[in-house]
């Protein structure tokens, strides 16, 4: 297979290009790394949990139209916006920065973007998060993707260590942004004839023109218009921000056929008196059939290496559709394992019951004791078990660390563990969201690993050799099983 062409702007152009951190690569956040502005976001958190009063949400109102209307200039205006500030600790800000960023602005980063930031820091690059938002709104994105630099306003403490309602002069915007990213060249070596830019506003121009190389990224009018009359590469990404709408009528469109698909289900499992016949209809066509209807396609590679029933198929989750991913993989006679809590679910309580799904509380020695006879049971009638070792959703490419609970299942029960390798699944859907993008998500089954010669003083060592499986995988991707 010949290598992707090194089109500037892309990936490849990337990862073609000179190692070291010699080269530095700066990232706007608000439309470039974000789908939208993060301070309306955090404005409205903040309004939501009281931590911004009625009448400080007012006055930011009335400066952003000011500013708009071009009565005032954008630093007067961002500076009067941190009053609303004053009197409150910095770590007690970045913590509630850290808490919006968790809870609404980790879905919104662009897959796109972020696979530009992985490829810089793969060649050993130097990456900066460079912006006019504040360090609230920044530290949590480049926490969040594993880059230790940041420009972008600060917040102004006092001599008691209070936030003194004003950002550290001077306010980083437009010709402020290039300064500031001039004045951390200088400070650390950085030659800008070969660095990298990526931002979307009309205000970012002046930088543009500074570094070697410019990508403009989601541009604004005003930028596109420059870019276009300069030959700059322009690159637009759609993986965040799709109307809400849209995606609501693919999933109306795909759950509508589960009432047909259980119908028949249903009368097949009373027709041959076996529940499990029953629910494999349901496994068999209705995951795939919702997936499709979302525009989503299934790449796989090593189906052959799931024959080997009953298991435990242990996969890396990144999103709320791969367990979707994953049953319309395995197909039929399987189950899942998940947390007590849902069983007060009322719907995920039926499907649970009908599915056979093993309830566990991870904090009951007893009832994790249960559930191990349970999957013995379920194993023993031919059923296998499909469960994340991760226990929780990933938002990153990175494997996290993996719980034992799968693989003392598949020692107690005597089946293999089969691993399911997921790529590209954030690309298609955010980590806790069900709005679904169309596109390919690449799937990789690898071969049964039986745990027969496994002790218990080795476990952990086994384990993570397992998970370095799933490492290798994503480094390396099969391209047959």
């Not at 958190?45 to 911004?52: P, T, V, W």
């Amino acid at each position: 297979m010949s290598p992707a062409p090194r089109i500037p702007g892309t990936v490849a152009e990337v990862l073609g290009s000179p190692e070291g951190p010699e080269v530095c690569a700066f990232f706007d956040v608000d439309g470039t790394l974000v789908a939208g502005f993060t301070v309306n976001i955090y404005t409205k958190e903040g309004l939501r949990n009281r931590d911004i009063g009625v009448l400080d949400m007012l006055r930011m109102l009335s400066l952003s139209l000011s500013y708009q209307v071009g009565a005032s200039p954008f630093e007067d205006v961002v500076q009067e916006a941190s009053g609303v500030f004053k009197g409150r600790t910095l770590e007690e800000l970045h913590e509630l920065g850290g808490q919006v960023f968790d809870k609404k602005v980790a879905d919104l980063l662009y897959t796109e973007t972020r696979a530009m930031v992985r490829a810089h820091q793969e060649r050993g690059h130097r990456v900066v998060l460079c912006s006019s938002a504040t360090s609230m709104q920044v530290q949590p994105v480049a926490d969040h993707l594993g880059v230790d630099e940041v420009v972008c306003n600060q917040f102004e403490v006092g001599e008691d260590g209070l936030l003194t309602g004003r950002l550290v002069e001077p306010v980083i915007w437009g010709e402020g942004k290039a300064t500031a990213a001039q004045r951390y060249a200088r400070t650390h070596g950085i030659d800008l004839s070969r660095a990298y830019f990526y931002a979307d506003g009309d205000e970012d121009v002046a930088l543009m023109h500074m570094v070697g190389n410019p990508r403009p990224t989601n541009p604004g009018p005003g930028l596109t218009k420059v870019a276009k009359r300069r030959g700059w590469p322009i690159t637009r990404h759609t993986s965040r921000g799709i109307d809400g709408r849209e995606s609501l009528v693919r999933n109306i469109i795909g759950a509508s056929t589960l009432g047909p698909i259980t119908a028949g289900a249903a009368a097949f499992g009373l027709l041959t008196r076996n529940k499990r016949k029953g629910l494999n209809v349901i496994t068999g066509l209705w995951p795939r059939l919702l997936i499709e209807a979302q525009g989503v396609r299934l790449k796989v590679v090593g189906e052959a290496n799931a024959a080997a029933r009953p298991a435990v198929f242990i996969f890396n989750h990144r999103t709320a559709m791969d367990t979707f991913i994953v049953a319309a993989v395995v197909k039929t006679d399987f189950t899942g394992v998940a947390k007590a809590e849902l069983k007060k679910n009322p719907l995920f309580a039926t499907i649970g019951r009908a599915m056979d799904i093993a309830f566990v509380d991870r904090g009951n020695t007893e009832s994790a004791v249960a559930t191990m006879q349970d999957v013995e049971r379920l194993t023993e009638k031919g059923v296998s078990i499909v469960v994340s070792p991760e226990g929780h959703r990933y938002d990153t490419q990175e494997v996290g660390p993996f719980k034992k609970g799968a693989f003392r299942m598949a020692k107690s029960a005597g089946v293999p563990v089969i691993p399911i390798v997921l790529r590209n699944a954030d690309e298609v859907a955010a980590r806790d969201s069900m709005t679904v993008n169309p596109g390919t998500v690449d799937v990789a089954i690898l071969p049964p690993i039986s745990l027969d010669d496994w002790e218990l003083d080795d476990f952990t060592e086994r384990i993570e050799q397992v998970r370095q499986q799933f490492i290798d995988t994503l480094r390396d991707w099969p391209t047959e099983g």
